[in-house]
């Protein structure tokens, strides 16, 4: 077996970039990340605008779809349905 020869000693001026470089990134990263965060709050209260509409509309499809259904029962049952009798 080969013996391995003792590692060298890294040049304080290699080991001070390095430490510059990872606070570098971290301090990066953490800006970045608050700028994102707050163009994704605008974003998300714009999607529940446009999802509270979105919402609103199906629920008076909905709504208008089961009164054609129970209006179509009533005729099937034999019942008057309140609209018509209304006219």
């Known amino acids: 077996m ?17 430490y510059v470089a990872l606070t570098s990134g971290i301090v990066y990263g953490y800006r970045r990340y608050n700028k994102l965060a707050e163009q994704e ?4 209260e714009e ?3 446009i999802r509270a509409i979105n ?11 089961l ?7 009533a005729k099937e049952v034999g019942i008057i349905p309140k609209s018509s009798s209304a006219s």
């Open 41 to 44: 709050k605008v974003i998300q």
């Open 2 to 18: 080969a013996t391995l020869a003792a590692p060298r000693n890294v040049s304080p001026l290699i080991r001070a970039a390095r």
């Open 55 to 65: 919402a609103q509309r199906r629920k008076e499809k909905q709504e208008k779809a």
């Open 67 to 73: 009164a054609v259904q129970m209006a179509e029962l």
């Open 47 to 49: 999607e529940n605008k």
